[in-house]
């Protein structure tokens, strides 16, 4: 397929997916978002901030056989041209590996350690038209660094009634980031994964969504479906191993939505 080059003149548009819940999907929205922002035509970059790596599993690289990636770039030890990776789903990649495990503790002493990412992806964001962040399940200092760099914070949310308990005390943590470290971060807003339209409790959950916050609820929700579990063990996002599924397509939406609001 021919790619359109969009250029953004802002340069970068760095949109932090976090959810302290575990399981809620972020990982699968940064490769398949990122993967749709690719189809755009549009220049992409995607941050593996979690130390179970993931994100780099799923992108096809190996991250035991990873040289260098975010923890090296964080310590100083790495520049980040030298340890991008480009992958087969059109989206470059800034790796993780376990050593990211020991940078939340190694960051805690620095000062300005909310900043550190920012700085580091400063170099190459005229490169990009989008960043995605793959943030850890927790609220520390890695995801505060991807809150600091972030103009947008988006928050996969599984559409069941326990995985709504947090969402706001991440929308409160949003809130001190705003005030403290980055007065230009916006919610993009929650993106409802996994829904199974056919149980009516997923259906009230969804329904209930948009009052509970006060935040925007992105459209389509996901939808449940097994392809997702299939896609990363081959190395792509559900958009290259399912490209005509209905979660595919659910992605292209809301891909398209959020860059809608760029153009
Ligand atoms: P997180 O990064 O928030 O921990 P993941 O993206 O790793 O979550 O997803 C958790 C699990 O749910 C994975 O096994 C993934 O394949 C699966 N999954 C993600 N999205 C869907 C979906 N829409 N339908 C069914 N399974 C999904
Ligand atoms: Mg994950």
């Given at each position: 397929m021919a790619r359109r080059r969009i250029k953004t003149p802002q340069g970068a548009r760095v949109i932090a997916v976090a959810n302290q819940k575990g399981g809620v999907a972020k990982t699968t929205t940064v490769a398949a978002l990122g993967a749709a922002f690719a189809e755009q035509g549009r220049r992409v970059l995607l941050v593996d901030l979690d130390a179970q790596a993931c994100l780099t599993f799923s992108l096809g690289l190996d991250p035991d056989e990873v040289d260098a990636g975010v923890h090296e770039v964080l310590t100083g030890a790495a520049e980040i041209t030298d340890v991008l990776h480009t992958t087969d789903d059109a989206v470059d990649l800034l790796p993780s590996t376990i050593e990211l495990a020991g940078a939340e503790a190694a960051l805690l002493s620095r000062p300005g350690r909310e900043f550190v990412l920012r700085s580091a992806l400063e170099p190459v964001l005229a490169d990009y038209d989008v960043v995605l962040i793959d943030c850890s399940p927790s609220l520390?200092?890695?995801?505060?660094?991807?809150?600091?760099?972030?103009?947008?914070?988006?928050?996969?949310?599984?559409?069941?009634?326990?995985?709504?308990?947090?969402?706001?005390?991440?929308?409160?943590?949003?809130?001190?980031?705003?005030?403290?470290?980055?007065?230009?971060?916006?919610?993009?807003?929650?993106?409802?994964?996994?829904?199974?339209?056919?149980?009516?409790?997923?259906?009230?959950?969804?329904?209930?969504?948009?009052?509970?916050?006060?935040?925007?609820?992105?459209?389509?929700?996901?939808?449940?479906?097994?392809?997702?579990?299939?896609?990363?063990?081959?190395?792509?996002?559900?958009?290259?191993?399912?490209?005509?599924?209905?979660?595919?397509?659910?992605?292209?939406?809301?891909?398209?939505?959020?860059?809608?609001?760029?153009?």
């Open positions: 520390g200092v890695l995801t505060l660094n991807a809150l600091t760099v972030a103009g947008s914070v988006l928050v996969p949310l599984q559409c069941e009634m326990l995985s709504h308990r947090g969402v706001g005390q991440l929308l409160d943590t949003v809130a001190d980031v705003q005030r403290i470290l980055n007065p230009d971060l916006q919610v993009l807003g929650i993106l409802p994964t996994m829904f199974d339209a056919r149980t009516t409790h997923a259906r009230a959950v969804l329904a209930d969504l948009p009052d509970r916050y006060g935040v925007p609820v992105l459209e389509p929700p996901i939808p449940k479906s097994v392809r997702f579990a299939e896609a990363p063990a081959v190395g792509r996002s559900v958009l290259a191993t399912a490209r005509g599924s209905k979660g595919a397509a659910a992605y292209r939406a809301v891909a398209e939505a959020i860059s809608a609001g760029w153009r």
